[in-house]
């Protein structure tokens, strides 16, 4: 007992020590007014949201997904919600090719870069993995060396304005979660790279950011469709997480866990009592439900 709360002590005052030593945040919108972005994956969801509250930042946005026509409305209600400029270029991910160009066209557009925001992911499978391996591959090209990729291209702007890169991660890029095999691989191959690289950035005082957003479930139109039928959790706005994703970035936060409670919190478990959050983690799918998901 008396071990137990020494160690509840010796929590409580590393927990503060924490809360001090981060400080307040102090995350302004005119913190973007005029400074240019790339968001991808942003014809829909979180990506779709981020673009709208850059816009209304008065921000310069230079969107890609691979729907024109979802591009093109998107387009036009940033710039009704007062974007310093706005554009879209549609085409898909698992081309390295298309990748650089994005990041070319926003040095011709714009001459130059302070945001990078890699969010688009490529179709997967909500289910038990089916031994399909060239599945993970390709989606490997889309979801991890596509970000690579971009970053690599944009580094030269990036570190010359000083930027950031905020890489959109998931829970399941920090826990090995059911149902989710290749998705999972592709989330926690963003953690290696960009955890990794976010050192050598400090080593070789590199003036860039990295923000890596560990996201919980949140109501976007191909989550719901996929998920709800089997988690059993209430599902976070994707307003409000856009949000907090571009407020990360810009105050240049190592991480961002939204929604806080359902990934920050379990996170502690992850390292000392692993059994537990995956027994946590396990009462909260319902597999009986796959029957009624579309996959
Ligand atoms: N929603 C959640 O519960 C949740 C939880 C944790 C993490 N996240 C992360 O949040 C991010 C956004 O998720 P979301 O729920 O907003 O997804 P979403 O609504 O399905 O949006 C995905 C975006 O990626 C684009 N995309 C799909 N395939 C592509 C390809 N081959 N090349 C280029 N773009 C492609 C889609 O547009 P097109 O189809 O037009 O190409 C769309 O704009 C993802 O990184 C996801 O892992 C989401």
């Not at 850059?54 to 729907?67: E, Q, S, Y």
């Not at 936060?253 to 929604?259: A, F, I, N, P």
Request: charge should be positive.
């Amino acid at each position: 007992m008396a071990l137990l709360n020494k160690a509840l002590v010796a929590l409580i005052g590393i927990l503060l020590a924490v809360y001090f030593y981060s400080g307040k945040e102090e995350f302004e919108p005119s913190m973007l007014k005029g400074k240019k972005a790339i968001v991808t994956g942003a014809s829909s969801g979180i990506g779709e949201q981020m673009a709208y509250h850059l816009a209304k930042m008065g921000a310069h946005v230079l969107i890609t997904a691979r729907t024109e026509d979802k591009l093109k409305k998107v387009v036009e209600k940033c710039k009704k919600l007062g974007a310093a400029s706005v554009y879209y270029i549609p085409g898909s991910m698992d081309n390295m090719t298309f990748a650089k160009k994005i990041v070319h066209e926003a040095e011709r557009l714009f001459g130059g870069l302070d945001m990078l925001i890699l969010n688009h992911i490529g179709f997967t499978y909500f289910n038990f993995f089916d031994g399909d391996v060239d599945h993970i591959r390709q989606l490997l090209e889309i979801n991890f060396l596509s970000y690579a990729t971009m970053t690599v291209e944009a580094l030269p702007m990036l570190k010359a304005s000083g930027g950031n890169i905020v890489v959109v991660s998931s829970f399941a890029g920090k826990i090995g979660l059911p149902l989710t095999v290749p998705y999972s691989t592709t989330k926690f191959a963003l953690d290696g790279f960009f955890s990794s690289l976010r050192m050598e950035f400090y080593q070789q005082k590199v003036n860039v950011s990295i923000t890596l957003c560990v996201l919980s479930y949140i109501d976007t139109d191909t989550a719901l469709s996929m998920v709800s039928n089997v988690v059993q959790q209430p599902a976070a706005p994707k307003e409000e997480c856009a949000f907090e994703i571009i407020k990360g970035g810009v105050l240049r936060k190592r991480e961002v866990y939204y929604q806080y409670q359902a990934t920050k919190i379990p996170m502690l478990l992850r390292d000392w009592a692993p059994e537990f959050l995956e027994y946590l983690v396990l009462k909260n799918y319902d597999v009986e439900g796959l029957s009624k998901t579309k996959q």
